[in-house]
């Protein structure tokens, strides 16, 4: 049973660019949570998806950022017109359902570097 | 709004120590908290998951402790090892999506 799959592992762009990341739930699992760490800071929440719905994007930044979770594929994090700022690792985690109990399981993330 | 601290931000000892990292929370109505391992560059690493209506969890050289109502949880490691050196995070998770210390960066010196 694969764990959460993350690619690609490492991202170049340069800024104004578009950053796709995608993200593979553990199989059965139906909830996916983004999470960001930014250079020597804590991983902050971004967004919560069930399949074909966001929960809640709270965390996700107004402008230029977005989420999906389609009912086929993968979830995916576009980031358009990338800045400086967005240089970061991008964590996905999974839960197989809406129990609060339920531990995430998480990827091993995105670095995204912005030149 | 919930807020994890952990205490300290950077830890280094000598091997074979036992040692306790510190987590603290301001919100009490939790569901769980997890303690996580992140190697350099790494992704996370899940270690121990004590639910809201457990006191401890034990796995191996590693136990964790929950005190809900003092907002407080501790790790303990035993025995330490240089295999042990990396950033160990605290998480909670209330009524809103896992909250994260900035973690402890522990040294183990062989």
């Known amino acids: 049973n694969a764990g959460v799959m993350q690619n690609p592992r490492h991202l170049v762009r340069r800024r104004g660019q578009e950053a796709r990341l995608r993200c593979s739930p553990m199989?059965?699992?139906?909830?996916v949570y983004w999470y960001r760490q930014l250079p020597e800071e804590g991983l902050k929440f971004m967004v919560y998806?069930?399949?074909?719905?966001?929960?809640?994007e709270s965390g996700m930044p107004k402008e230029r950022f977005s989420a999906e979770f389609p009912k086929e594929g993968p979830s995916i994090l576009r980031i358009q017109q990338v800045v400086r700022g967005d240089s970061a690792a991008y964590f996905c985690?999974?839960?197989?359902?809406?129990?609060?109990?339920?531990?995430?399981?998480f990827g091993p993330g995105t670095r995204l570097t912005v030149t | 709004k919930q807020e994890v601290t952990q205490i300290p931000a950077a830890l280094s000892v000598p091997e074979g120590e036992n040692l306790v990292l510190n987590c603290s929370f301001t919100?009490?109505?939790?569901?769980?908290l997890q303690w996580f391992r992140q190697d350099p560059g790494k992704g996370l690493t899940s270690l121990l998951l004590?639910?809201?209506?457990?006191r401890e969890q034990t796995s191996g050289r590693l136990n964790a402790s929950l005190d809900k109502s003092s907002g407080r949880s501790t790790l303990y490691i035993a025995a330490s090892q240089p295999g042990d050196s990396a950033t160990y995070l605290c998480a909670v998770k209330g009524n809103t999506p896992l909250v994260f210390g900035k973690g402890t960066r522990l040294s183990v010196i062989a």
């Open positions: 199989k059965g699992h139906s909830h």
């Open positions: 919100d009490s109505a939790i569901y769980n």
């Open positions: 004590i639910q809201s209506s457990q």
């Open positions: 998806l069930q399949k074909e719905n966001i929960i809640d």
């Open positions: 985690a999974s839960s197989p359902n809406l129990d609060s109990s339920y531990e995430q399981y």
